[in-house]
């Protein structure tokens, strides 16, 4: 049995999961900061995964690097204007992946710097470049501008209000075509592209090569390193 491939597929599901709670915890942060209070009444304020869980979205994210969860609910009759704050809610997201990406980048480039090589230090590298890996991915595909997808809502903040609120009400219908071209495989060629160039982006910020963060995605890769 290859027990290396399984851990990394569990790290890879565990550092998913982190991904998808940030996401979805800061569209309901911003939401509530913005007065609606409607994920807090959710329970969708929190760091508990499976208050978040879409077990396709996590699984298309172990498996395709990019993925979903279930969404937060937002009101936006609480904004004060309305498809600003709704813009603003949905860049939360992104943002918050973009963020944990960095932040794990610059946390492995520390760890390959500076500690001993060990198993144990192995799967703390593993965790980092998933999570670097996977926070850059879900970013990237959030930000396409089909609905449901955050990169429609702020797209659409654009647009007069009455096609706003007329693409809103059938956005629901969306999702199953989106599902499809995912498995697809129709954004493949650009979010790797875009991925590449943002990793390449943050290990140019925080020192960590490239190819050794992609290759720690796979504890059986980083054995072969050494």
């Known amino acids: 049995m290859d027990w290396w491939g399984l851990i990394t597929l569990l ?3 565990l550092a998913a999961l982190l991904c998808i709670t940030l996401h979805e915890l800061s569209h309901g942060f911003v939401a509530y900061r913005l007065g609606d209070p409607t994920a807090k009444q ?8 499976i208050r978040h869980l879409d077990l396709l979205g ?4 172990v498996v395709a690097k990019v993925g979903w969860a279930k969404p937060v609910p ?5 904004f004060k204007h ?3 704050g709704m813009a603003l809610t949905a860049l939360a997201g992104p943002a918050a992946n973009f ?5 794990a ?5 520390l760890v390959w710097r500076l500690a001993p090589m060990n198993q144990g230090v192995l799967l703390v590298l593993c965790l980092l470049s998933n999570l670097a890996l996977l926070g850059v991915g879900m970013g990237l595909f959030n930000l396409i501008p089909i609905s449901p997808l955050d990169g429609s809502k702020i797209l659409f903040s654009f647009l007069p209000d009455r096609v706003y609120y007329t693409i809103l009400r059938y956005e629901k219908y969306v999702m199953g075509l989106l599902i499809l071209l995912v498995l697809l495989g129709v954004f493949n060629q650009p979010l790797t592209f875009l991925m590449l160039r943002c990793l390449e982006g943050l290990c140019a910020l925080t020192g960590m090569p490239l190819d050794v963060l992609v290759y720690c995605q796979d504890v059986s890769a980083i054995l072969r390193l050494f």
Not at 43 to 49: A, C, D, E, F, V
Not at 105 to 109: E, K, L, N, P, R
């Open 42 to 49: 959710a329970g969708r304020l929190t760091l508990n995964p």
């Open 105 to 109: 980048t610059g946390a492995a480039s």
């Open 99 to 103: 963020l944990t990406a960095l932040g």
């Open 58 to 61: 996590l699984l298309m994210m």
């Open 74 to 78: 937002v009101d936006m009759r609480y």
């Open 82 to 84: 309305p498809k600003q």
């Open 11 to 13: 790290i890879s599901a």
